[in-house]
């Protein structure tokens, strides 16, 4: 974030990243009724592979505010930051690898994602609410999340499996098009 904020921004850079955290946190705000199968994760995902790894960490972590607002704030917003924000920045770094560019290569990355932003939540709720903090109690408050990591894990591989094909191509015209982001 200082480095982003740090360096000079072109006014449509910042409208397009604007834009892409405004669609994750929509995304996430619509599929709000059904329990971690969101698309805001694959939006991430997608926006880190196209536009790098400073976009998807910044896409990452103001759509967690932004849909904060509607689900709303608390100290776990900051580690929602941080986790969205690493998913798009892994999703930048690893974006020229043969392993993200093949299609089963970025879904297993997107279903991994589902499993590590569960336990970086975690690691909150384990320190800030079990008590006495000991292996079995640290097993049992992971296990405890398994079933909500599998669906967000099943989420962005079904999100990836479908749309990430057609949206990095869509992405990637609108970055070729407007010059935007070219350095990343």
């Known amino acids: 974030m200082i480095r982003f904020e740090t360096k000079k921004q072109d006014p449509r850079e910042l409208v397009l990243i604007s834009m892409l955290a405004a669609i994750a ?8 009724p059904l329990p971690n199968f969101k698309p ?9 592979i196209v536009f790098g790894p400073e976009s998807g960490f910044m896409v990452g972590s103001v759509s967690a505010i932004l849909s904060n607002i509607f689900f709303g ?9 941080l986790a969205w924000g690493l998913m798009g920045l892994t999703a930048g770094l690893l974006r020229n690898t043969v392993w993200i560019k093949s299609r089963y290569g970025i879904l297993m990355f997107g279903f991994s994602w589902g499993f590590i932003f569960g336990w970086i939540m975690d690691a909150w709720y384990i320190i800030g609410f079990i008590r006495p903090l000991n292996l079995m109690t640290i097993i049992g408050g992971l296990s405890a999340s398994f079933y909500f990591d599998l669906m967000h894990a099943l989420a962005n591989t079904f999100f990836l499996g479908i ?22």
């Open 25 to 32: 946190a929509i995304s996430r705000i619509l599929f709000a």
């Open 40 to 48: 805001m994760s694959f939006v991430i995902i997608v926006t880190g």
């Open 73 to 81: 704030q608390g100290p776990w917003t900051l580690l929602q930051m």
């Open 163 to 184: 749309f990430s094909k057609s949206w990095i191509k869509l992405f990637n015209r609108i970055k070729i098009k407007y010059g935007l982001l070219e350095d990343s």
